[in-house]
């Protein structure tokens, strides 16, 4: 598992994924668990164009970090910056609002059915001083 999964699983208090056992595979539901994801993807891709990013300055990655007590899969947004301008300074400063419609609109879909939110995670850039250079 990656580190970085294991470090969110950790500090969530999540239980460590269990593989399915052979008698559940032919469990049917009506969400494939390989969609879902993709699905917190596009949806979190949708609430940063919403708010004037492109998504060209941004790569998102949604992965499994653990499992509720309820069996529910817990998923976590990663986020990463690709490109610092103004746009992304001004956007990550709405960074609650952002939360706020992306927990409600996971609330009105049906993936609360199946699985769970822990929240976005963001990757630093690999140097503080170059953002503070384009911030002026």
Known sequence: MHAVTQEVIKRLGFKQPTPMRADDQDIDSE???SSIPDDYK????????????PADQI???????????SGLEVYAAFIKVTRWDEAVISVLSKMPLIEKKIDRLIK????????????LWF??????DRIVINMH
Do not use: K
């Open 31 to 33: 969400m494939n668990p």
């Open 42 to 53: 596009e949806l979190i891709a949708q609430c940063f164009c919403l708010m004037g990013l």
């Open 59 to 69: 790569s998102i990655q949604v992965r499994p970090v653990g499992v509720r007590s």
């Open 108 to 119: 009105q879909s049906s993936m609360a059915r199946y699985s769970s939110f822990a929240g």
């Open 123 to 128: 990757r630093s850039p690999p140097s503080q």
